[in-house]
Structures are given as C-alpha cells and as structure tokens.
C-alpha cells in the first residue's frame, strides 16, 4: 500500500492507494450498518477472542 499526496500545490490530499484498499472500498458498502464482513480465516482467528 501506499500512502501519496495528490493534487497541486494549491489543492493537496493524502490517499491511500493498493489492491487492498480498493478491495475494501467495494465490500463497505455491501455490509449491513453497523456490522463487518470477515473472510473465513479471519472469522476463524477472531471467533477465541470476539463475541461473532
């Protein structure tokens, strides 16, 4: 990932840019407010320590 600033001079942002961040952008909008979206190796490692 990283993390550029785009823009002029006069106008400047910070974005980040990857694969990842793309991904993630995409799946936001496809979860239900106020929940999360894990894969299924990520819900495997979280399940011991977070009430799924």
Same mark, same amino acid.
């Given at each position: 990932? +990283?993390?550029? =600033?785009?823009?002029?001079?006069?106008?400047?942002?910070?974005?980040?840019?990857?694969?990842?961040?793309?991904? +993630?952008?995409?799946?936001?909008?496809?979860?239900?407010?106020?929940? &999360?979206?894990?894969?299924?190796?990520?819900?495997?490692?979280?399940? =011991?320590?977070?009430? &799924?």
């Amino acid at each position: 990932m +990283a993390v550029v =600033p785009i823009g002029s001079d006069l106008a400047m942002e910070i974005t980040a840019i990857a694969d990842a961040v793309n991904l +993630a952008s995409r799946l936001e909008p496809t979860a239900d407010p106020g929940t &999360v979206q894990l894969a299924e190796n990520t819900y495997k490692l979280v399940t =011991p320590i977070f009430d &799924v």
